[in-house]
């Protein structure tokens, strides 16, 4: 049960875009565009910030965007600010005997 | 409102058994898979076990296979994980997680810690 490939760190300044990239293989991120993007601040749980590779839940902000090219998916988060630093995970169904598979996760650091 | 409050966390010696339970609101229950999601200190997250709407299909990542089970109790609205023969890299914060129709998580709950020590 591999994981999806994320970048270990990422950084944007306040106002900028920044792109984070989660690399899979054709049993997973490139099987569906059912990818989801989680954000996760210091001892808090997750939160859900797009499902089914690009829908946003209600009340997650417009700035975060999802888009798949191939095996990889990626979750682009635009008009940086302050309160997006934070830990990010990509989670796809996997065909394969377990179903789900997460990323290693990305820390965004907004400089 | 979904509201997911897992309990049973603890200290627990190497070779220990812990049983960790989850209480799910504000949906109904059993018209969803669940999960348990694990993140070791300092570390990602880690998917650890799901099971189907009616409890009659259950997966684990290979590290827990034999030694952990998930189970639900849908009259209770209800998730557990039975862990035994528990080990150092046990020790985690673990998260009941509802599954989407594609199996990733939508809801969370706030996570229980277990230390497995001596």
């Known amino acids: 049960q591999s994981a999806l490939t994320q970048p270990a760190s990422v950084s944007g300044s306040p106002g900028q875009s920044i792109t984070i990239s989660c690399t899979g293989t054709?049993?997973?991120?490139?099987?569906?565009?059912?990818v989801s993007w989680y954000q996760q601040h210091p001892g808090k749980a997750p939160k859900l910030m797009i499902y089914e590779g690009s829908k946003r839940p209600s009340g997650v902000s417009n700035r975060f965007s999802g888009s798949k090219s191939g095996n990889t998916a990626s979750l682009t988060i635009s008009g940086l600010q302050a309160e997006d630093e934070a830990d990010y995970y990509c989670c796809s169904y996997a065909v394969s005997s377990t179903f789900v598979v997460f990323g290693g996760g990305t820390k965004l650091t907004v400089l | 409102e979904v509201q997911l409050v897992e309990s049973g966390g603890g200290l627990v010696q190497p070779g220990g058994s812990l049983r960790l339970s989850c209480a799910a609101s504000g949906f109904t229950f059993s018209n969803f898979w669940m999960s348990w999601v694990r993140q070791a200190p300092g570390k990602g997250l880690e998917w650890v076990a799901n099971i189907k709407e009616d409890g009659s299909e259950k997966y684990y990542v290979d590290s827990v296979k034999g030694r952990f089970a998930i189970s639900r109790d849908d009259a209770k609205n209800s998730l557990y994980l039975q862990m035994s023969s528990l080990r150092a890299e046990d020790t985690a914060v673990y998260y009941c997680?509802?599954?989407?129709?594609?199996?990733?998580?939508?809801?969370w709950g706030q996570g229980t810690l277990v230390t497995v020590s001596s």
């Open positions: 997680a509802r599954a989407n129709d594609w199996l990733c998580l939508d809801y």
């Open positions: 054709s049993s997973d991120v490139g099987s569906y565009n059912v």
